[in-house]
Nanobody, 128 residues
Framework: QVQLVESGGDSVQAGGSLRLSCAAS????????VAWFRQAPGREREAVAA????????GYLNSVKGRFTVSHDNAENTVHLQMNNLKPEDTAMFYC?????????????????????WGQGTQVTVSS
């Protein structure tokens, strides 16, 4: 059974940092695609970043470029999202999703509907 568990969410002040983790069990992230999404109340889920663990970072949402960094640890079967210089508009529930390598192509990784493996989410709240 595939299980993705996010952790690391918290309440921080603007300008602060958080490191989110997505730990996989029953599923190897090795040579697969893992993406981070977020969803704020009343808004659609949006893709934040994606990484192909056998190739590297695929892309970032424009508004987080230069502030967020996605990375992976194959030994720990975990993907991380380092978030620096957080802004109030980053407030959302953050989710990780995993899928096969073809999901990690430009124009594809941002489509939430193609991913069937999701975590339960971790809340990030940024106050001004």
């Amino acid at each position: 059974q595939v299980q993705l568990v996010e952790s690391g969410g918290d309440s921080v002040q603007a300008g602060g940092s958080l490191r989110l983790s997505c730990a996989a069990s029953g599923y190897s992230i090795r040579s697969n695609c893992v993406a981070w999404f977020r969803q704020a109340p009343g808004r659609e889920r949006e893709a934040v970043a994606a990484i192909y663990t056998a190739g590297g970072v695929i892309g970032y949402l424009n508004s987080v470029k230069g502030r967020f960094t996605v990375s992976h640890d194959n030994a720990e079967n975990t993907v991380h999202l380092q978030m620096n210089n957080l802004k109030p508009e980053d407030t959302a529930m953050f989710y990780c999703a995993a899928g096969p390598p073809p999901f990690c192509t430009p124009g594809t990784w941002g489509r939430a509907g193609i991913f069937t493996n999701w975590g339960q989410g971790t809340q990030v709240t940024v106050s001004s």
